[in-house]
């Protein structure tokens, strides 16, 4: 028999033990469940501007557009104009000749002379854009204004060739990339150091996590510089310490580890039959039968013979064979909160595709029994 000394010790060793793995559980699953600040946010005003253009492609193996496409000459014989040749649009007939689309992102903080990837989309009716070199296009943002300029030969990822009447297509070749194809010429004025307040927009807005940031932030930087203004936007005032200085106090705060509250939710697309659904999923007491009701009508052809001696003549009569059959069906009863896994487990139990999944998920939800947001796609 263990004596009280030696009894006190090992108690005092399992309550250490029972501590220890419950601390590290309970570490583990705020790793699990929290999400750096960065991934979390965007901050207000500092965001990517769409630049697009309008230009033309030249060099294609006779799969530009056709002599039919009234811009895509006028655009050439307006471009040779410039360059001193006098042309008239309705005497252009290339077939090497494409108009296109320029389309870039501009992202925050970029100077002029930094490279941006452009993409390039046929706008009438070429076939390929494959072997094409894209020539000086200016892009515009929504004020009107240039800022980035583009040319270059293009990138398409594909190939058409075929003779005959036959054709052989590869990817998409009707639009093309060029990496680095543009340089930026004017930059968009973002000034953070003058500022007083940094806006916090949550990606996906919720106020538990709204309230999660600006106590993490709080807790970083200081009491009551961060507020949730409400489930989208916290309001970040820049301290003292940190005025002029306010890339340092980011870098800071988007390292922060933030709890992530995700709300239930299900996902269904019907054309796909795919169901993506949330951790958070629960259901209340419900019975769920499914069975399928087959039909099967089967015609056969018999030839009918007269008897002896009848005035009768050979037919064909088509014999119908009727058949209906019923899968065998389960009845099963899941209990008030159940968790995603047993839902799956309880479902796959009774054999139901994704299709019928969605069905029942609706049928779940009709009830009042799906405890989540049934979101179609």
């Known amino acids: 028999m263990m004596n009280t000394p030696m ?143 583009a040319q270059g030969p293009l990138s398409v990822g594909g190939f058409i060739g075929g003779a005959g009447g036959d054709t052989v297509v590869k990817n998409h070749v009707t639009v093309g990339r060029i990496s680095g194809g543009a340089s930026v010429e004017q930059q968009v004025a973002i000034n953070l150091n003058s500022r007083q307040k940094l806006s916090f927009l949550l990606n996906r807005p919720d106020y538990a996590t709204a309230m999660q940031v600006a106590m993490q932030i709080n807790r970083s930087i200081g009491d009551n510089v961060a507020l949730a203004v409400d489930g989208g936007v916290v309001d970040v005032a820049i301290p003292e310490g940190y005025r002029h200085q306010v890339v340092s106090m980011l870098s800071r705060l988007q390292a922060l580890e933030v709890q992530v509250d995700v709300p239930a939710v299900v996902v269904v697309n019907e054309r796909t039959g795919t169901v993506v659904v949330g951790e958070n999923v629960r259901i209340r007491q419900v019975a769920i039968a499914h069975g399928n009701l087959n039909i099967r009508i089967s015609s056969e052809a018999e030839v009918s013979q007269p008897g002896p001696l009848s005035d009768g003549v050979t037919a064909v009569v088509n014999q119908q064979d009727v058949s209906i059959s019923e899968e065998g069906g389960a009845l099963i009863v899941l209990p008030e909160g159940v968790r995603l896994s047993d839902v799956v487990g309880a479902l796959n139990a009774i054999g139901v595709t994704p299709r019928d999944l969605v069905a029942i998920l609706q049928s779940l939800r009709a009830a009042g029994a799906l405890i989540a947001d049934l979101e179609m796609i």
Not at 38 to 48: A, E, Q
Not at 89 to 116: C, H, W
């Open 7 to 149: 009894r006190s010790i090992w108690t005092d060793k399992m309550r250490l033990l029972i501590v220890a793995v419950t601390t590290l559980l309970v570490l583990t699953v705020t790793v699990a469940e929290a999400a750096r600040l960065k991934d979390l946010t965007t901050i207000s005003g500092v965001r990517d501007n769409p630049l697009v253009g309008y230009g033309m492609v030249i060099g294609l193996s006779g799969t530009g557009d056709k002599s039919g496409t009234g811009f895509t000459n006028q655009s050439l014989s307006s471009m040779l104009n410039k360059l001193g040749v006098t042309l008239n649009p309705d005497e252009v007939k290339v077939k090497n000749v494409a108009s296109v689309m320029v389309t870039a992102s501009l992202p925050p903080f970029a100077r002029p002379g930094q490279k941006l990837d452009v993409t390039i989309s046929s706008l009438g009716d070429a076939t390929s854009l494959q072997g094409g070199t894209l020539l000086i296009t200016p892009l515009k943002a929504a004020n009107g204004e240039v800022y980035a300029v």
